[in-house]
């Protein structure tokens, strides 16, 4: 990006400070106070940067990856008319908020002729009723199944693995899997890899030591998302611009000024949540996607140098204007612990002027003639307001426009804030013990092999609260 571009991203957190909203907010002095850790913390992700334990920072120069993806979505257009990814959290989430981003919210109701691209669902759940009803919608001879897990042992994605693959045997048989099936996979290890060689299926590598929720930006989400047509060229570019700037020393850096500003309202303020609320449809899987990585990453009750702690901040999702409407009241008078941080877009790709009837109406007439996107934007500004005047902090991010490069920026500075993040509650934001212990009980309760202890000890829990059960 050069001197003079526009910039990707804008921060504006006036109303996150106590001249705006008082004793809530942050005072010049805490905002001062910010200096030592950050700066200490974009050392520290410097130094394990170099060390290589952050390789997320190299995928958006990985210009083979980009070839390899675009190769294979040029062959994939003629080829198949649906993409159905087949995958759960950092497998999924990012590659449909990236998809809604990107592509026309109707695109898999528009024509052939008219999306010029493949169909793409993302089955990122395991209800019978939903799976079900996807296949039921499906051509079996022109549809991709994307089976994307690292591990390949993960439950819900290989359950469905192998429905697909028992549902495609039936209907095309088993020599055309290989047409059927795209993995991906550990480069090297792991049962899916093992599946991969006995039948011959096409393969793309999930880098061993990129997590599932910073994995869109390698074939993880680039696959798919190119499969279906969207520009991952300038996805990766605006990623690129974010790595960049994430260099800068921490009063210009993006990144960490997000990072810092949440860790001071939690800590500092006791606001333990944070509200990411787009104002536009095309970013509401946006917030899908920060809640996983934000929760996941920061939830931890162990520090790094192993002391006990409660770290991190609870993200919640919601979407402008909608949930004016059913959370704001919430907001505005409920329990003082949340930061709202809303996400704007100064131009939208498509506008509506509202018409100019029922001008007899003195409720409605101020309506007529007025752009629907002047409308949205009023709504996010007045907001933004009121929660101001009521004392309850809250800042926008505001991008320009909806583009690949704008996404790619914010997603990448996003997923830098949360690592800084990690840096400043002294806890490791790359892995999530917390969640392995739900998976040992659901294994021993489907009768994995060395996991019955689990199943004792559900039963024992059950047994002793059967009293507490209504039916």
């Known amino acids: 990006m050069s001197k003079d571009s526009p910039s990707l991203l804008t921060i504006n957190y006036n109303n996150l400070t106590s001249d705006a909203v008082g004793a809530a907010g942050l005072s010049p002095e805490e905002l001062a106070s910010l200096k030592e850790p950050l700066t200490g913390a974009l050392k520290d992700i410097q130094r394990r940067y170099k060390k290589g334990e952050l390789p997320f920072l190299d995928l958006p120069a990985d210009a083979g990856l980009i070839k390899d ?19 759960i959290g950092g497998s999924a989430l990012g590659t449909s908020a990236i998809f809604t981003a990107l592509r026309p919210l109707n695109h898999n109701r528009l024509s052939d002729k008219k999306r010029g691209w493949p169909r793409l669902w993302v089955a990122d759940n395991i209800d019978p009723e939903g799976l079900t009803a996807l296949l039921d919608g499906l051509d ?13 042992a993960t439950a819900e994605t290989m359950s469905q693995f192998m429905i697909a693959h028992n549902w495609l045997s039936r209907k095309v048989g088993l020599d055309s899997l290989a047409e059927s099936f795209l993995v991906t996979t550990d480069p090297e290890g792991g049962v899916l890899r093992k599946i991969v060689s006995d039948l011959k299926l096409p393969s ?12 869109v930006l390698t074939a993880v989400g680039l696959a798919p998302l190119a499969l279906a047509g969207v520009d991952i060229e300038g ?4 990623a690129q611009e974010a790595v960049i700037d994430g260099q800068k020393p921490y009063a210009t850096n993006k990144a960490a000024l997000i990072a810092g500003l949440n860790w001071l309202m939690t800590t500092q303020k006791a606001r333990g949540s944070v509200v990411l609320t787009p104002y536009a449809d ?4 946006v917030a899908d996607w920060f809640n996983q990585l934000w929760n996941e990453s920061l939830g931890k009750g162990t520090k790094l140098d192993g002391s006990a702690t409660i770290a991190g901040q ?4 919601a979407l402008g204007a909608t949930d004016q409407h059913s959370q704001l009241q919430l907001w505005m008078e409920g329990p003082e612990d949340k930061t709202i941080m809303f996400l704007g877009v100064e131009k939208t790709r498509v506008d509506l002027k509202i018409p100019s009837i029922f001008k007899e109406h003195e409720a409605l007439n101020y309506l007529g003639g007025v752009n629907l996107s002047a409308l949205l934007e009023s709504e996010l500004k007045g907001t933004a307001r009121a929660l101001t005047e009521n004392g309850r902090p809250n800042l926008t991010l505001t991008l320009p426009n909806v583009s690949p490069r704008t996404v790619g920026y914010l997603l990448q500075t996003l997923e830098m804030a949360t690592v800084i993040s990690g840096v400043l509650y002294g806890v490791d934001p790359l892995d999530q013990p917390g969640v392995e212990l739900g998976k040992k009980f659901t294994y021993g309760l489907m009768g994995r092999a060395g996991f019955g202890d689990f199943l004792d000890r559900y039963n024992q829990g059950l047994l002793a609260k059967k009293k507490y059960i209504l039916s």
Do not use: H, W
């Not at 993806?69 to 995958?87: N, P, T």
């Not at 996805?235 to 605006?238: E, K, N, P, S, V």
């Open 314 to 317: 609870t993200a919640i999702k």
């Open 140 to 152: 079996p001879k022109t549809t991709l199944f994307n089976v994307i897990s690292k591990s390949g």
């Open 204 to 215: 793309l590598p999930i880098p061993p030591l990129v997590g599932g929720r910073f994995s």
């Open 69 to 87: 993806c675009k190769k294979l979505a040029k062959k994939g257009r003629e080829k198949y008319q649906d993409i159905v990814v087949l995958g």
């Open 282 to 285: 095309s970013l509401a899987r």
């Open 235 to 238: 996805l990766m570019a605006g």
